[in-house]
């Protein structure tokens, strides 16, 4: 990646794929997931909150931050499971997230370094 590329996270679900690229230089700084149909990532499970967490850039790097309820779980490249709760978790290499239930219950999403 030079200098003049921002660094992406893409998330993938189903037939769905997002592509989050986030300046830190610009108004656009968060990427909401939740189930209201105002989320950019909308995700209708059934433990999943209404704003359920939101993705923010800080530098090169993406965290994961939870505004939920039931929290989410956080399975990255390493194969560690970490569960947040109304707390930040940066976000590196690709895995998977899961919004609400443990990842082997729940309807996880795929995400990746892109």
């Known amino acids: ?36 149909k105002s989320n950019d990532f909308v995700h209708a ?18 965290y994961l931050i939870d505004c939920s309820t039931n929290g989410t779980y956080v399975q990255t490249e390493d194969e560690q499971v970490t569960r947040v709760h109304r707390d930040k978790l940066k976000l590196w290499g690709e895995g998977w997230i899961s919004l609400g239930e443990p990842l082997h219950t729940g309807q996880p999403i795929f995400f990746r370094q892109g």
């Open 1 to 36: 990646m030079d200098a003049h590329t921002q660094p992406t996270l893409v998330l993938e679900f189903g037939a769905v794929t997002a592509a989050v690229s986030l300046a830190s230089d610009t108004d656009r700084s968060t990427y909401s997931l939740g189930k209201d």
């Open 45 to 62: 499970g059934e433990l999943t909150s209404r704003l359920h967490a939101r993705i923010e850039r800080q530098h090169k790097d993406y």
